[in-house]
């Protein structure tokens, strides 16, 4: 649309530059009348051609974010502040940390345009290559005029795939942009979590060993001084049988009464000795609520860092599965005949045309000057 309405406005400009110097340079008044006349034609033309280009202009703008008073509305460029606050992962993205970590995970991006005047048969060839190469086609649209491909092929294969991809039309039908990531942020990102999560790990590991050494080690000692109370109790049960045995054989009331004064002390002293091994019977059974209450615990916080450390794992063959796929498109659109003559022509066909009405208006213009002069 653009190029008739320039092919018109260049042809109002040529022919009123005509016009108005054979108006001026003319001596009949027949031919003056002619000039005239067309010269009042081509400026009617030109305001109508004008008004044209202001209405196509508006129309246009509005349509692609052009207001009506001329200012382009463009996307504001995300600030650093704005894009850290939107989009808090945005520079870690693209931050591929320390100079000295030269590794590389690029991630390829493939594109390509073909425009053709058989669609469905390129398409079917596109889709066929997809597949032949390895790869997966997630979405595909295909009609008469247009049709679209998005896919992802193995990396090893994208060479081949490239190369013939290229054979399906003419240089000049054919366009493509291949682009590049390293994505060495996201491994590195994924290596400390794996390497933070192990620590971790480790740390519980070590804190469930020395919470099972001291658990081990608090009952040994409270069993030992068990152990201990027993020993002397069974010393007492031995005096307190003496005593009453001595009691059933005595006669003499004194020495009665001071056996069984002993006897009631050894009674006494057993009673506060069973209650020590009850104390430490009872420490014993909360000591161990407690070391099973924190060996639970320590269990839950080991299944779920290995559940996230297997997690990991996932996520970094995946990672590397990505990086070893190329993402692509492609767009295939119906070219005209007119567009396939105008991309092969070594002139702009337009051009070509605006020369032929010119000279054949120009023909036209010297036959009405020798019908006149005739």
Known sequence: MQEIILLIGLYVVVMGTVYAYKFSSTKRDD?????????????VTTVAVFVLLMVYGMFRNNIYGVGMGGAV???????????????????????????????????????????TRAVEEIAKKAETLIKSSGGRIDSSNISERNAYFSFVVPKSN?????TQMRTFVGKKLYSQTVSSQ??????????????????????????????EADYTLKINNIKNKIATVQGQISQIDKSISRNETAINSATDQNTIAALQRELDTLSQTRKVYNQQVASYNSEISNTTEIFKSQMVG???????LGTTLTNLGVQETKFLDNVETVQGTVSISL?????????????????LVGVII?????????KEEDKLLN
């Open 335 to 351: 070219i005209t005949v007119w567009e396939l003559l105008n991309t092969y022509s070594p002139v702009n066909l337009w051009v």
């Open 31 to 43: 031919l003056r009348a002619l000039y005239k006349k067309k010269l009042i034609r081509g400026g």
């Open 182 to 211: 390293n994505l060495l942020s996201q491994k590195q990102s994924i290596e400390q979590n794996q390497n933070t999560t192990q620590e971790s790990l480790n740390s519980i590991k070590k804190q469930k060993e020395q919470v």
């Open 358 to 366: 010119l000279v054949g208006r120009l023909c036209l213009l010297k």
């Open 298 to 304: 320590l269990g839950m916080s080991l299944d779920s």
């Open 73 to 115: 509305l463009t996307p504001q460029m995300p600030t650093a502040s704005m894009t850290i606050g939107r989009y808090p992962g945005y520079y870690d993205t693209y931050n591929n940390g320390n100079v000295t970590d030269t590794r590389e995970y690029n991630k390829k991006t493939f594109s390509a345009t073909i425009r």
């Open 158 to 162: 994208f060479d081949s795939f490239e």
